[in-house]
C-alpha cells in the first residue's frame, strides 16, 4: 500500500518557470522527505520536513507542510533541463520504515 | 567516499530460479533497507535492517529474505522467482533513524524474470 500520493502525475513547463507538486498522506507523519528519480535510477534525497515545521527551503527548493490538511509541496524555481526527473513524496509511517508514493514526472522543455 | 553499492546492476533470471542481491552501506552507516520498483511506480518498502537485526519488513512473500553481515552490507534473497518479481530493487543506507534524517539509496539492481 502506499501512504502518499503524489499530484499531478505527470507535469510540463518551460525552461525557467517554477514547478509545483503536491503530496497527500492518509496518516499522522513526524517527517515527510522528498527525493528526486532520474531515468529509473537511484533516489537522491533532496529535504526533510519536520511534523513542527511549515516551510523549509534548499537552494532552489520550497517544501511546505500543512499537517491539518495531510499535505505537502514541492517547489522548484526557475527549472532547469536537469531537472527533469520523477519526484516522489515519503513519509515515516513507524520508527524505521518510510513509505514512497507513485511519483509525479516531471520534464523540462527547453 | 563511496556512496552505496549495488551488486549486480543487471540481471535476468528465468522463473523459478533463486537470485541474490547484494548491497555495501555508505561506511559508518548501520541501517540498510531494501525496496522494489516496479516500472512507473513508487518504491515498495521490503526490508529494514539495523545492527544486524530485521527492524521492519513489507508485505511481501516469505520468497523474500534478507540479511545484514557484521560489515553492516547486506543480501537480498529471492527464492521461485516469478514474472512479477521483475523491477529495480533499491538499496538504501542510513547512519541512524533514515525516517529523522534521510536514506542515500544506492543506483539499484534492474531484475528481470523470463
Known amino acids: 500500500s502506499q501512504q502518499g500520493e503524489e499530484d499531478p502525475q505527470a507535469l510540463s513547463i518551460q525552461e525557467g518557470e517554477n514547478a509545483t507538486m503536491n503530496c497527500s498522506y492518509k496518516t499522522s507523519i513526524n517527517n515527510l522527505q522528498w527525493y528526486r528519480q532520474n531515468s529509473g535510477r537511484g533516489l537522491v534525497h533532496l529535504i526533510l520536513?519536520?511534523?513542527?515545521?511549515r516551510e523549509k527551503h534548499s537552494g532552489r527548493l520550497r517544501v511546505t507542510l500543512d499537517t491539518s490538511k495531510k499535505s505537502s509541496s514541492l517547489l522548484i524555481t526557475a527549472s532547469r533541463a536537469a531537472d527533469t526527473a520523477s519526484y516522489f513524496c515519503a513519509t515515516d509511517v513507524s520508527a524505521d520504515k518510510i513509505i514512497f508514493g507513485k511519483g509525479t514526472r516531471l520534464h523540462i522543455l527547453p | 567516499d563511496a556512496g552505496v553499492t549495488q551488486s549486480p546492476t543487471h540481471l535476468i533470471k528465468t522463473r523459478g530460479q533463486q537470485v541474490t542481491l547484494r548491497c555495501s552501506p555508505i561506511?559508518?552507516?548501520?541501517?540498510v533497507s531494501w525496496y522494489q520498483q516496479v516500472l512507473g511506480q513508487g518504491p515498495q518498502f521490503i526490508f529494514q535492517?539495523?545492527?544486524?537485526?530485521?527492524?521492519g519488513r513489507g508485505n511481501f512473500p516469505d520468497r523474500f529474505s534478507a540479511r545484514q553481515f557484521p560489515n553492516y552490507s547486506s543480501e537480498l534473497n529471492v527464492n521461485a522467482l516469478l514474472l512479477g518479481d521483475s523491477a529495480l530493487y533499491l538499496c538504501?543506507?542510513?547512519?541512524?533513524?533514515?525516517?529523522?534524517?534521510?536514506?542515500?539509496f544506492g543506483s539499484g539492481t534492474r531484475l528481470t524474470v523470463v
Open positions: 535492517y539495523y545492527e544486524k537485526e530485521e527492524r
Open positions: 520536513i519536520r511534523s513542527n515545521e
Open positions: 561506511s559508518g552507516h548501520k541501517s
Open positions: 538504501a543506507s542510513s547512519s541512524a533513524s533514515g525516517t529523522r534524517y534521510g536514506y542515500t
